[in-house]
């Protein structure tokens, strides 16, 4: 049997890249800027995509956060997607089957993530509340991001 160095180094990748980027988030929620965590590892990835994943991270992990402030996190979920050529997204979706949530639970689900997310400064881009009512329980995603501020 032919052994496959290519296996080793890709597994090998895989691992030290999954070890670049804990090391990226773990400087990041200690306080390192993103722009210095893009200037040190820029010879691995463009400095626009590491600043990026880190804010898309940073979402993420707000938007987890106020859901769990707001005792919602047992009804919806909070995801992003990789640091790959793809445009990165932070996602919220429903995680329980919406028919096995209480009638109340389930009618007022939508506005108090609406809540929980504004107070957080997070927007979810989607139309309106009716909107969000049927993504949530059609089990779709909707795109979150930070809310822009007014000037005054």
Request: with cysteine; hydrophobic share 40%.
């Amino acid at each position: 049997m032919i052994h496959l160095h290519t296996r080793d180094a890709v597994e090998e990748y895989l691992r030290v890249r999954a070890d670049l980027f804990w090391a990226m988030c773990t400087d990041h929620h200690n306080g390192v800027a993103a722009q210095e965590i893009a200037r040190t590892a820029a010879g691995a990835y463009s400095p626009p995509v590491i600043v990026e994943y880190l804010s898309c991270v940073a979402l993420r992990d707000d938007a987890r956060a106020a859901l769990r402030r707001a005792g919602l996190d047992r009804c919806v979920g909070v995801r992003s997607t990789g640091a790959g050529g793809g445009p990165r997204a932070v996602l919220l979706a429903a995680t329980r089957d919406p028919a096995e949530l209480e009638a109340e639970e389930r009618r007022t689900l939508p506005e108090r993530v609406t809540t929980a997310l504004g107070n957080a400064g997070i927007h979810l881009e989607i139309r309106d509340h009716t909107a969000l009512t049927a993504v949530l329980h059609g089990g779709e995603e909707v795109r979150l991001r930070r809310a822009r501020h007014r000037a005054a």
